[in-house]
């Protein structure tokens, strides 16, 4: 007995230690509130832009993304036809907020 709780209690600790790395603050789906654009966060660290607002650039853009420091971050955006992605640095305001170049992005519950 003393031993399952003790392995319950070791099991408890590592699940709020891996909850609480940066990585794991990002992935989700979050939402522009702007221009109802969202992006998803894939614990693999790529991700897929959902846009409508631009016609001249496709509808679902891939991207892999990187932290840089505790809140931030940047991702690479694989834009068909580019020789090489285009970059962009963010940062993790709160929880539920994120900031990318100028937008902000709220995560969905």
């Given at each position: 007995m003393r031993s399952?709780?003790?392995?319950?209690?070791?099991?408890?600790?590592?699940?709020?230690?891996?909850?609480?790395?940066?990585?794991?603050?990002?992935?989700g789906t979050w939402i522009n509130e702007k221009t109802s654009s969202s992006m998803e966060f894939n614990s693999d660290k790529t991700g897929v832009i959902h846009q409508r607002t631009q016609a001249d650039i496709p509808a679902d853009l891939a991207f892999?993304?990187?932290?840089?420091?505790?809140?931030?971050?940047?991702?690479?955006?694989?834009?068909?036809?580019?020789?090489?992605?285009a970059t962009a640095e963010g940062s993790l305001e709160r929880s539920d907020t994120l900031v990318l170049q100028n937008d902000t992005f709220r995560k969905m519950k």
């Open positions: 399952a709780i003790t392995s319950l209690a070791i099991l408890l600790c590592l699940s709020v230690f891996a909850c609480s790395k940066p990585e794991s603050k990002l992935v892999k993304w990187t932290v840089l420091g505790d809140k931030q971050f940047r991702v690479e955006v694989t834009v068909p036809g580019d020789p090489a992605p």
